[in-house]
């Protein structure tokens, strides 16, 4: 795929959707950083309903802290993984209160230091709540730039090495929201809905459905 082709699905992209925001409900980095680490295997969905509970009672690395990890388990009991996501949700509030002053850190090496936040995590907070210009690869993203072509690699941290530099600046800040959202609801795995796609025309996946 060409950079002018590249250029045109970003652009088809961004006119229909000019401002993307995740699915995800937050009100604060300390609520996004929360949600993306419960999002890990579960959706968007799941993680909201979870959240919309455990929010007003505590948002806030110290009041989830004090909820401890069986506090925290009745909130996300719903939620895949919970009591592994539980233990480290409550040793990474631990951590901020203890070196960040409660805050999230603005830093990929604070937040990577993290219990149960990695590259992928750190890259959507800083995206998401902080406005740099990173690029989170899930299985949506990895999924839709291999297909399409637009950005080939055999794992995320190719497919974010190649996005990141294939991918203009004035879409790199939304390009992941983009990604994500189409992969959710077009560009899915088992059959694409390639006759209702918006970049078909650019696409260069070959065995497009109708």
């Known amino acids: ?109 604070g937040l990577e230091s993290l219990p149960g936040v990695g590259r992928k995590t750190a890259n959507v907070v800083l995206n998401t709540a902080f406005g740099w210009p990173t690029i989170a690869v899930d299985t949506h993203i990895f999924r839709v730039a291999n297909r399409t072509k637009f950005a080939m690699g055999k794992n995320v941290d190719l497919v974010e090495q190649k996005m990141l530099k294939v991918v203009p600046a004035e879409f790199k800040v939304d390009v992941h929201h983009w990604f994500i ?13 390639c006759g209702s796609c918006l970049i078909e025309e650019l696409c260069e996946f070959k065995e497009k459905t109708e």
């Open 1 to 109: 795929m060409n950079t002018e082709k590249r250029r045109q699905i970003l652009t088809i992209l961004r006119d229909n959707n000019p401002k993307p925001e995740t699915e995800l409900n937050f009100s604060s980095p300390f609520e996004l950083l929360v949600a993306v680490t419960l999002s890990a295997q579960a959706t968007d969905v799941s993680v909201n309903k979870a959240t919309d509970k455990l929010f007003p009672v505590a948002n806030t690395a110290q009041a989830i802290f004090d909820l401890g990890v069986e506090g925290l388990k009745s909130y996300i009991k719903t939620i895949g993984l919970y009591n592994n996501k539980a233990i480290n949700v409550i040793k990474a509030c631990e951590i901020l209160i203890e070196k960040y002053n409660g805050e999230v850190p603005e830093n990929r090496e």
């Open 181 to 193: 959202l189409h992969g959710r609801y077009t560009c899915i795995a088992r059959k694409p809905r």
